[in-house]
T-cell receptor, first 115, second 111 residues
Framework: DVKVTQSSRYLVKRTGEKVFLECVQD?????MFWYRQDPGLGLRLIYFSYDVKMKEKGDIPEGYSVSREKKERFSLILESASTNQTSMYLC??????????????FGPGTRLTVT | QKEVEQNSGPLSVPEGAIASLNCTYSDRGSQSFFWYRQYSGKSPELIMSIYSNGDKEDGRFTAQLNKASQYVSLLIRDSQPSDSATYLC???????????FGSGTKLNVKP
């Protein structure tokens, strides 16, 4: 079974703090993703990575950065946390399957509250 | 126009009934189709994948795909209260980064 783990289930930070969210997958997947999910807005893609040290902006990258130094690990960084970054953060990984499609598997999520 | 459209619900069905969840998509290049189940406060869990027109059955779940109509559905037979969750439809255009999610349909199964 694919396993994606995230460093924290719940996190409370203060405005202006630098926040690190860690994600690790154990299936040797090439692609990793960071989403945030908010009520009424659905899943929104922040950043993704298709290889070590490679990253691409998603739909809402402002205020975030990422790091992928190893294939299994993808980190999301909030440079200076703000209250509007209070959200559920979801990490996912994917790899091409036999049918040519890409299935995404999610970690358990991190509920971040910025006060 | 959104890439993937779902009725937000809630869809309420009695225990033991068939729940029918529907999804339409806009990109005719879409090749892979998925259903995720998400319990409140939890992350999405992949429950069904379908790649060709027709039906695909897995236990109480049946996914149906009609590419000509750009329509995907999920049927849940013998619905149980434990099936109460939000169901997300997702499509992939066979490119790792072209993966689009619907906003989800909330299903309530009443005992």
């Amino acid at each position: 079974d694919v396993k994606v783990t995230q460093s924290s289930r719940y996190l409370v930070k203060r405005t202006g703090e630098k926040v690190f969210l860690e994600c690790v997958q154990d299936m040797d997947h090439e692609n990793m993703f960071w989403y945030r999910q908010d009520p009424g807005l659905g899943l929104r893609l922040i950043y993704f990575s298709y290889d070590v040290k490679m990253k691409e902006k998603g739909d809402i990258p402002e205020g975030y950065s990422v790091s992928r130094e190893k294939k299994e690990r993808f980190s999301l960084i909030l440079e200076s946390a703000s209250t509007n970054q209070t959200s559920m953060y979801l990490c996912a990984s994917s790899s091409q399957n036999q049918q040519g499609g890409y299935e995404q598997y999610f970690g358990p999520g991190t509920r971040l509250t910025v006060t | 126009q959104k890439e993937v459209e779902q009725n937000s619900g809630p869809l309420s069905v009695p225990e033991g009934a068939i729940a029918s969840l529907n999804c339409t998509y806009s990109d005719r290049g879409s090749q892979s189709f998925f259903w995720y189940r998400q319990y409140s406060g939890k992350s999405p869990e992949l429950i069904m994948s379908i790649y060709s027109n027709g039906d695909k059955e897995d236990g109480r779940f049946t996914a149906q795909l009609n590419k000509a109509s750009q329509y995907v559905s999920l049927l849940i037979r013998d619905s149980q209260p434990s099936d109460s969750a939000t169901y997300l439809c997702a499509v992939n255009v066979n490119n790792f980064n072209k993966f689009y999610f619907g906003s989800g349909t909330k299903l309530n199964v009443k005992p």
